[in-house]
């Protein structure tokens, strides 16, 4: 990843895990490492900057007191310096600051760099692998590339659990995808959204990224980007802004994951918790009106038929306003034999992608949720995703209920 301005960027399709790692952040009350907030929790009435400390059901165990939250209110979650405060991010600390992501912090974010070269691709066609199943360390043809196309609007009627990703990262604003999915623990009411790990954390040697939020149906009339500055609000942010309170990705995209080329994308995968930045107390689902079922059984790409990606491009020759889609017939792509071997399909969608869903049909004609953008290369032709298995059901079942 990198913070450049637009016009110097190039086309960059984007991303990016096997034991589990989950935070659990404070997001207006706060709760420690391993506890989980009450439902009634509601964000503070406190005017930013400020914290009412009989308004913070804090545990006695919790790594930071009431001035540190205050100082991270004021601006202290910029100090990345690795022996400053907080600096190496062992914890996802995420308190809601009002008003912190306004139209013209979004429209600044940039896209993350996940680009694949040609000499990281490993396997061939007819496979090497450990023989777990047909598909381990398998890289089939190239596919031939597909022209993303723009999702039908309104989004919150024909792409309803679909959004934008936001977080600050070291190197500035940062914009990825994510899709809202289903939690079995709380039929109809989830509060989880998928993105890539990615997108929440700097992979080796670095941390979680802070003021994580998602935006579902951004932008739901597609307008063009000089006009969001001044569009009503209902245009821009039709359900609001909602803020990470946990997050989990795995062990394998936090030790292994890098911020350019493909190391980590075989289990680059994350899953927020979120809560409304305004307060109000139904659930992400509820509010955005659909929710995914997420299928963790890794089929093989004969088995899936097609797959539709979406996701809000922001690389050229997009700008990362508007909603996109590619829908192709999966096939194989191997970057670490020892993980493994990715879906991967045709698609010109560009960096900013990152996280956005991978679905196909199921039985009952809802769609289900396969994958996530993780890497694509220099050319943009192509996007590749995780397969998602145990230890990304291990991701997920850490935040369900």
Request: charged letters at 20%; one cysteine or more.
């Amino acid at each position: 990843m990198s913070a450049m301005s637009k016009a110097a960027r190039r086309r960059r399709p984007a991303l990016a895990t096997a034991a589990l790692v989950a935070a659990f952040a404070v997001a207006a009350t706060a709760c420690g490492p391993d506890e989980v907030q009450p439902d009634d929790t509601k964000p503070s009435a406190s005017a930013p900057g400020s914290l009412n400390p009989d308004e913070l059901a804090l545990p006695e165990d919790l790594p930071f007191d009431l001035d540190d939250l205050k100082r991270w209110k004021e601006g202290e979650w910029d100090n990345w310096d690795p022996d400053g405060w907080l600096g190496d991010a062992k914890d996802f600390i995420n308190p809601i600051i009002e008003d912190l992501w306004d139209r013209q912090r979004m429209r600044e974010a940039e896209e993350p760099e996940r680009e694949v070269e040609e000499e990281e691709i490993e396997g061939t066609p007819e496979g090497d692998g450990d023989g777990s199943t047909e598909d381990e360390g398998v890289t089939d043809p190239e596919p031939a590339p597909v022209e993303a196309a723009p999702v039908r609007t309104p989004y919150t009627d024909n792409a309803a659990p679909y959004g934008k990703v936001f977080m600050d990262t070291p190197q500035g604003q940062m914009v990825c995808s994510g899709t809202v999915v289903q939690d079995p623990a709380n039929p109809g009411k989830s509060n989880l959204v998928a993105t890539a790990g990615h997108c929440v954390h700097g992979g080796q040697g670095s941390g979680w990224f802070r003021n994580v939020v998602f935006v579902p149906g951004y932008n739901n009339q597609s307008l063009p980007a000089q006009q969001l500055a001044t569009a009503p609000e209902e245009d821009v942010l039709p359900h609001g802004i909602w803020w990470a309170s946990r997050a989990a990705t795995t062990d394998h995209w936090r030790t292994a994951g890098a911020n350019t080329g493909g190391a980590g994308a075989a289990q680059d995968f994350a899953v927020l918790e979120v809560k409304p930045e305004d307060g109000g107390a139904a659930s992400l689902q509820e509010t955005a009106g659909a929710a995914v079922e997420i299928n963790f059984s890794q089929p093989a790409v004969d088995a899936l038929g097609e797959v539709t990606a979406r996701g809000y491009p922001a690389a050229p020759p997009f700008d990362g306003s508007a909603m996109f889609s590619c829908t192709d017939a999966p096939s194989r792509l191997t970057i670490d034999a020892a993980q493994p071997t990715l879906y991967r399909m045709g698609c010109t969608m560009t960096g900013g992608s990152s996280g956005g869903g991978w679905v196909a049909r199921g039985p009952d004609g809802d769609d289900v949720l396969y994958s996530v953008t993780s890497v694509g290369p220099p050319t943009a032709t192509w996007l590749a995703g995780p397969r998602l298995g145990a230890e990304t059901k291990a991701v997920f079942d850490a935040l369900s209920g």
